[in-house]
């Protein structure tokens, strides 16, 4: 679906991505692992099409700024952190905006953003302005949004991608298995996405691959069980870290133990 | 219950729209007969209708009809344009900047016509020659150069960075004002005179002839941009997550600009600058049904027209027969309107 070779991206001659490869293909729910800085939003800014790069960034084997706008608009939709609306938008209205690469009447959208309100657990705040609600509730309002973008779970023809920065940072426990459990629904219909996270369980339990960069460069990148081991980890996060089994379901489990930096 | 709450839902957010809508048209039709039927050579409503059939109003002589027909109907139709356009450049600029604040006299356009229709009448006086006639055509190029100034500016790396854009909009509005105010010094009395008149607008010099003049500027500006209300809507969450649903951003905000500058500078030029409508009837608009602009744009647009045509009335009857400028109007009912509308709700923006 996406691939991308040897891509560099600097800002202010100060790279922030050293020739670094990857892809996501069909059914893979690639997990964008990183401390802090990493270049996690950098990598997915750029698989966007936001930053200058030196590389190749492919989407369905064509350059991403070979692909007509709208039409591209229908195939990857993208969610980024700090998804601040000056404007006062209702629910309804934000959701809507998803609809705005299709054609179709009021009708028609409106049944659309029902439908995906109610994924995310909406139904019930439609006419709720977004600032009033929380930050956690407004996440869940932009997931909706880019599942209305790509017209999620229904029969399609072509694949597709879904690019999100952190969509669980804000959410509960419950909203963050079910904002997850919606992805990986998407991605096991011939769909694709990456998402970057800071939560390695949960990524754990849910991606099928995984990304690590470190040092501007890709640690390590492939199935999820084989990545997340404690060499990895503790090269990555520079602290002392454990990986056991997990004892209800076949993922690898991260422990982090009391640490002493001071 | 999905369906039930389906059903509900998009009546009533139509219906709120309607209501509003209806409401100012309402306003806009009394408001007509009003600017109409009143005024200082003759007060009667019928005056608003005598002029479609003279044949059966035979109480009006012939100069009331040809008063009617030919100060007060073009005036009527000047105010109408200008409430559309002033609203709809100034909801459109805000939605350029991302920024309720915005306006398209923060950008530096209405002043960069006014710059340079003022040095036009200054130096009329000097060279004696008739700057009323070419006074729409030097507004139209001061709106012109100023956009393209700001806009070449504002644009980095292919990229129209909005901050640069008010940044720039700043200095420009600074830098007109002070060479109005060095411009007067050289004009003569009858000069400063027009362009103290001018300068706080009126929608006096209305006449048919520059009304079809203007027109097809403020035709396009006004087709255009209600056109691309959808993607200009998109850019209020902001430009990239508009490029992600499929905008080009860069090409759109390049309309938005021309298009913005060419109903500006036509507005400038027929009228003088007229303060706080694009600034204050968006806002209006948006408290009443939210920032959508596919709700909000053409309520606003109506609005616009309201305070056009009250605010015009207002200056022609305050010291009559004496004229106040509309500007003075549009200030005195916009700005306590504007500070109560920010205390009172903050809905439509945050």
Redo the contacts between chains.
Sequence with gaps: MITFNNLSVGFDNHNVLNTISGSAKQGQLVALLGENGAGKSTLLHTLAGMHSFTGSVLFNTKPLASHAKKRLATQRAVMMQANHVGFDFTVFELIAMGRYPYVESLKMQSEKVHKYAAIMDLSHYLTRRVSALSGGEQQRVHMARTLAQLNAFTQSAEPKLMLLDEPTSALDMRHQHALLSCIKTFVEQGNSAIIAIHDLNLASLYATDAILLHNKKVLQSGPINTVLTEQNLQQMYAMKLHVNPHPYNDAPMVFSQRQEFL | M?TL??SR??P??LSQTHKWMLLASVCIFALALLSIGYGPAGWDWRLAIAWLAPEYFNQFDALQINVVMQIRLPRFVLAVLVGLILAQTGAATQALC???LADPSIIGISAGAAMVAVAFIALSAQFNFNAQLYLPYASFLGALGVTSLVYFIAKQQGQINITTLILVGVAINALAFAIIGLLSFFADDSALRLINYWTMGSLGGASWSTIIQAAPLLLISLIGLWRLK??M??L???E??A??????TNKLKLYVIILVALGVGAVVALTGLIGFVGLVVPHIA?LMV???LRNMLPLCMLIGVVVLLLSDWLARIVIMPAELPIGIITALLGAPLFIYLIVKN?????
């Excluded at chain 2, 490029?243 to 080009?248: C, K, M």
């Excluded at chain 2, 903050?346 to 945050?350: A, F, I, N, T």
């Design positions: 999905n709450t389906l839902f998009t009533i957010t991302r920024n309720p959808e993607p809507n998109l209020l969450i902001g990239s997550q490029q992600y649903l499929g905008v080009d948006r939210g920032p959508h903050k809905r439509g923006w945050s």
